[in-house]
C-alpha cells in the first residue's frame, strides 16, 4: 500500500491545489506500481490516468495497468539525464495534453503520505518500541517520510536505506557521492539522484545488497513464510536480516513488504532468466511432480 498511499495523497494534494478538475486527468511516468495505485484512486474518484512506462519492466505490471484501465505509453528505457527518459517524458506529456503531472519523484506530497499515515501506524503497531526502519528508494517517499514520521517521535530510531546495485544512494549516504556500480534485475527501487522527496531525509545507514543476496531471500519468503513478494521486498528484507545483526538480538526491526511476486513472474520465478542472470532457482520451479496418476478408465 506504499504506493497507493503517495497515490491518494498527490490526488488529494492536485484537488486541493484546483490543479485537478472533475473528470481531469493524471499523467504519471512510473516503473508500474505507483502506476497501478494512481489508476485505481483516479477511477474510483472518477479522472483519466495516463502512465507512461518503460518497456523494459515486467509484462505483468504493464498488463495489469491495461486491465485496470490506465491509458499506457510504453517507452524506451534510458537515464534520466536522457530527455526521453520515463520521467521527464511524462512531464511534457502532462504539459501537452493540459494535465496534471503526479511526479511522484519530486511532489513531497508522496512522502507526507507516509508522515501522516505509515510512520504513526508503525509507531502505533509496534507501541512506541520501534528500533529501526529499513527500505529501499525508488521515489524516496517512503523512506523519508518514514524517517521524518518516526524520528519525530523518538530521534534514536535508527533509519537504514536498503540499495540494490546499480542504484548511487548506497555511495551518496556512506561517502557523500552518487556514484553507481553493478546492476540489479529489481525494479521499481534504486536511485540515482536526490530527488525532492529525499531532501532532508534522516538516514544513518546504508547497506548495498546484491541480487545474489535479496533474490533468495524473495525466495525464502515465498517458501517459509508463504508470502509471494518481489524483488524490492527482497532487497528490504535483506536490508533489515543486515540491520538486525547490526544491532543485535532483542531489536524491533520494522521494513515493507512493497511488491507482490506474480507482478514479476516472467522473471523472478523464471529459471531460464534467472540463469541468464547467474541467481540461484528455487529447486521447486523444475521439480517433476511425484503423484500417482488416478483416471478412471471411461467407456465411449
Not at 546492476?183 to 522527496?197: F, K, L, V, Y
Not at 508463504?226 to 536490508?239: D, F, K, Q, W
Not at 541467481?279 to 517433476?288: F, Q
Request: charged residues 20%; hydrophobic residues 40%; neutral net charge.
Amino acid at each position: 500500500s506504499v504506493k497507493d498511499r503517495a497515490a491518494l495523497f498527490i490526488i488529494r494534494d492536485a484537488i486541493a491545489r484546483g490543479a485537478l478538475k472533475p473528470g481531469g486527468t493524471i499523467v504519471e511516468g512510473t516503473a508500474g506500481n505507483t502506476g497501478i495505485g494512481l489508476t485505481v484512486v483516479a477511477n474510483a474518484m472518477g479522472f483519466r490516468s495516463v502512465i507512461v512506462i518503460p518497456n523494459t519492466q515486467s509484462q505483468e505490471k504493464k498488463d495489469a495497468l491495461r486491465q485496470l484501465g490506465a491509458e499506457l505509453v510504453e517507452v524506451p528505457a534510458v537515464p534520466y539525464k536522457n530527455p526521453n527518459n520515463y520521467v521527464k517524458y511524462s512531464g511534457r506529456l502532462a504539459n501537452a495534453m493540459g494535465a496534471v503531472w503526479a511526479n511522484q519523484f519530486d511532489n513531497v506530497a508522496n512522502r507526507l503520505a507516509h508522515i501522516e499515515t505509515t510512520a504513526p501506524e508503525i509507531w502505533s503497531q509496534t507501541d512506541g518500541k520501534v528500533d529501526a526502519f529499513v527500505a529501499a528508494v525508488g521515489s524516496g517517499g517512503t523512506l523519508a517520510g518514514v524517517s521524518m514520521g518516526l524520528k519525530s517521535r523518538n530521534k534514536d530510531i535508527r533509519i537504514a536505506l536498503a540499495d540494490p546495485m546499480g542504484a548511487a544512494l548506497y555511495n551518496y549516504y556512506k561517502h557523500g557521492e552518487l556514484k553507481s556500480e553493478g546492476s540489479s534485475i529489481t525494479e521499481g527501487i534504486g536511485q540515482g539522484r536526490i530527488t525532492a522527496n529525499l531532501e532532508g531525509a534522516l538516514v544513518d545507514e546504508a547497506f548495498q545488497i546484491p541480487d545474489s543476496e535479496a533474490i533468495p531471500v524473495a525466495f525464502d519468503l515465498l517458501q517459509h513464510e508463504g508470502l509471494c513478494m518481489g524483488g524490492s521486498t527482497g532487497v528490504n528484507v535483506a536490508g533489515a536480516i543486515r540491520m538486525a545483526r547490526a544491532l543485535g538480538p532483542g531489536h524491533t526491526i520494522v521494513t515493507v513488504l512493497c511488491d507482490y511476486g506474480t507482478r514479476y513472474a516472467s522473471k523472478l520465478f523464471n529459471p531460464a532468466f534467472l540463469r541468464e542472470k547467474n541467481l540461484p532457482v528455487p529447486s521447486w520451479l523444475e521439480k517433476v511432480p511425484d503423484v500417482p496418476q488416478v483416471f478412471e478408465e471411461v467407456s465411449t
